[in-house]
């Protein structure tokens, strides 16, 4: 059963990074690719403290969904430690904190709104 991560937690600047199975070792992330995509890098970034304190050791799968393409892209922790970069974002109002952005050609991509990706995940009742 996942649950939710929040960063930050009881902080005026909390906020929620995803979803964590510790079963099955994946952390899943819904991100919206306008707002979320880092277009320097073409990347997707999760938090380095939470990545380093939680994923890595364990060599977690990442997922990120992106909620407005229908995008998922998958990947494991290894892969943001082999390929990845740190990136701390500042801003006047609000503190981003350091995080560790893998570029998009790292992960395995699919398209949930292609008949194939359909066909494959139909639910029968």
Same mark, same amino acid.
């Given at each position: 059963m996942a649950?939710?991560?929040?960063? =930050?937690?009881?902080?005026?600047?909390q906020?929620?990074?995803g +979803?964590? $199975? /510790?079963?099955?070792? &994946?952390?899943?992330k819904?991100v919206?690719k #306008?707002?979320?995509? *880092?277009?320097?890098? =073409?990347? !997707?970034?999760i938090d380095?403290? !939470?990545?380093?304190?939680?994923l890595n050791?364990?060599n977690?799968m &990442?997922?990120? &969904? +992106?909620m407005d393409?229908?995008m998922? !892209?998958?990947c494991?922790?290894? $892969?943001?430690?082999? =390929?990845?970069? !740190? *990136?701390? *974002?500042?801003? +006047?109002?609000? $503190?981003? =904190?350091?995080q560790i952005?893998?570029?998009? /050609?790292f992960?395995q991509?699919e #398209?949930?709104?292609t *008949? +194939?990706y359909?066909?494959?995940h139909?639910i029968y009742?």
């Open positions: 649950r939710k991560v929040f960063i =930050n937690k009881g902080k005026p600047n906020r929620l990074i +979803e964590i $199975d /510790k079963v099955y070792k &994946i952390f899943t819904k919206f #306008d707002l979320h995509l *880092f277009r320097k890098l =073409n990347a !997707y970034g380095s403290r !939470y990545f380093n304190s939680h050791k364990d977690y &990442i997922k990120v &969904i +992106e393409t229908g998922i !892209y998958k494991h922790a290894k $892969d943001f430690v082999e =390929n990845g970069q !740190y *990136f701390h *974002f500042k801003q +006047e109002k609000e $503190d981003h =904190n350091t952005f893998l570029p998009l /050609k992960w991509s #398209d949930t709104k *008949f +194939e359909q066909q494959k139909i009742k």
